[in-house]
C-alpha cells in the first residue's frame, strides 16, 4: 500500500515563503517520478513542478519559474516544494502525485491560501 502525505500549507502573505513536503510510505521517492499540482476553486489542476526518478531532471509550470523550487531527500523518502515570493494567485489545494511502474499515486492536499 502506497500513501503519498502532503503537509506545509498555510495562510501566508504576498511575497512570503512556504515549503511543502511530500513523504512517500511503501515506495521510495528515488525510484519515481513526483510532481506537483494544483487545484484553486472554479478552476482545472494545474501541473506545479515535477522531478524525475532518473537524474533528477525537473520541469515548473510558467506560473511558478523562478519562484519555486523542487527537490528530494532520499533518506527521508520526501519531496519538497520550496515556494518564494508567494503571490496571491498561488492559493490552491496542492497534491503531489507519484509515479511508478505500479502505477500513480495521489496524496490528499494541503491547502495554501496567499492573502495580505
Known amino acids: 500500500q502506497v500513501q503519498l502525505v502532503e503537509s506545509g500549507g498555510g495562510l501566508v502573505q504576498p511575497g512570503e515563503s512556504l515549503r511543502l513536503s511530500c513523504v512517500s510510505s511503501?515506495?521510495?521517492?528515488?525510484?519515481?517520478?513526483i510532481t506537483w499540482y494544483r487545484q484553486a476553486p472554479g478552476k482545472e489542476r494545474e501541473l506545479v513542478a515535477g522531478?524525475?526518478?532518473?537524474?533528477?531532471?525537473?520541469a515548473y509550470g510558467d506560473s511558478v519559474k523562478g519562484r519555486f523550487t523542487i527537490s528530494r531527500d532520499n533518506a527521508k523518502n520526501t519531496v519538497y516544494l520550496q515556494m518564494n515570493n508567494l503571490k496571491p494567485e498561488d492559493t490552491a489545494v496542492y497534491y503531489c502525485?507519484?509515479?511508478?511502474?505500479?502505477?500513480?499515486?495521489w496524496g490528499q492536499g494541503t491547502q495554501v491560501t496567499v492573502s495580505s
Open positions: 502525485k507519484g509515479t511508478w511502474l505500479q502505477g500513480d499515486y
Open positions: 522531478i524525475s526518478s532518473a537524474g533528477s531532471a525537473t
Open positions: 511503501g515506495f521510495a521517492v528515488s525510484w519515481g517520478a
